[in-house]
């Protein structure tokens, strides 16, 4: 794996050299430190692995066990965490090598590797353009909802997507002119349509808001269609801040990665993106009461017992 070339030469004291394959002297340098530094990187890299797999893990047993929460906008958010939990998953791997500055696992699990992380990428910016759509019929169409926003055409949504993350990331040839390519298809055009989309709902969210206060201001009754419509829009502009907080994590890494900058700035972003799929459920779980009741649910071990649907009640 070519991933040496931006690595410095490290020396001790004695001006002995530490190679990744000791019998190989033409292996890239390994780095080195002590052993007090390499304790509180792999545990901290470790810690935020587990973190990010445990969280993530809390809202797939969540959104797949309750059935009150089988709805198209919680699959995709299922969906999403399932490419979060990946993501946990393989970071042991990137931390080991950010750490030994040496590549151990070959050529072949290299390139496997690089594809597999960069499609679980495609496949969560491909979830958050879902969820902007999701939310924008949801909010701007609320009558055409529940005929244009299906499970089924969600679920079938959503594999697509993960076909395509896979299928398309599978054949990549790294180029400059292909990396420009993967730019505009797989980032800038995405974008282009979750920003879009989130501008017409927070348009509409305000328009509403102002409605639904005035009427509640006049002493008028507001009905149900009127509560239906506020609770929307509070989980579009929670579903909002999650696609923000993806983009700010986003926008540099790709702005750094094609200016040419060190690489060590490039490491400190892309480990921001790792730590961003560890951000997702903190969200759920500060704007979404579903996901502190089943929590508390799963970590008691009440999720076994049969009334557990009962006690469920969604907000």
């Known amino acids: 794996m070519k991933r040496g070339d931006s690595l410095m030469a490290y020396e001790t004291e004695d001006h002995e050299t530490w190679y990744c394959f000791p019998a190989i002297n033409s292996s890239c340098i390994k780095g080195k430190h002590s052993r007090h530094e390499y304790n509180i990187m792999y545990m901290f890299f470790s810690l935020l692995s587990a973190w990010t797999v445990f969280l993530n893990l809390l809202v797939i047993i969540s959104i797949s066990h309750f059935k009150k929460l089988h709805t198209p906008t919680n699959l995709i958010i299922l969906s999403l965490a399932v490419a979060d939990m990946l993501v946990g998953l393989v970071m042991p791997i990137e931390a080991i090598y950010l750490i030994e500055m040496c590549w151990y696992f070959g050529d072949t699990f290299c390139g496997l590797y690089s594809i597999f992380f960069a499609m679980l990428l ?24 529940p005929q244009k926003i299906t499970m089924t055409k969600t679920l079938i949504s959503i594999c697509l997507s993960w076909v395509f993350s896979s299928t398309y990331k599978c054949s990549v040839m790294m180029s400059f002119a292909w990396g420009i390519t993967d730019l505009i298809v797989c980032f800038i055009f995405p974008c282009i349509q979750i920003i879009s989309l989130y501008l017409r709902i927070f348009y509409v969210v305000h328009q509403q808001v102002k409605v639904i206060n005035t009427l509640m201001k006049g002493g008028k009754c507001v009905n149900e269609g009127s509560v239906r419509r506020k609770s929307e829009s509070k989980a579009a502009l929670t579903l909002g801040i999650i696609v923000t907080v993806y983009l700010l994590c986003w926008i540099p890494y790709y702005i750094c990665s094609i200016s040419g900058v060190s690489s060590t700035t490039i490491t400190v972003l892309l480990w921001v993106l790792h730590i961003n799929s560890g951000l997702n459920p903190m969200v759920y779980a500060l704007f979404y009461p579903w996901f502190k009741k089943t929590v508390k649910l799963i970590l008691t071990l009440k999720i076994f017992q049969p009334n557990n649907f009962t006690k469920l009640q969604l907000s």
């Open 122 to 145: 495609s496949a969560s910016l491909s979830n958050l353009v879902l969820i902007a759509v999701d939310r924008y019929v949801a909010v701007c169409h609320p009558l055409l909802y």
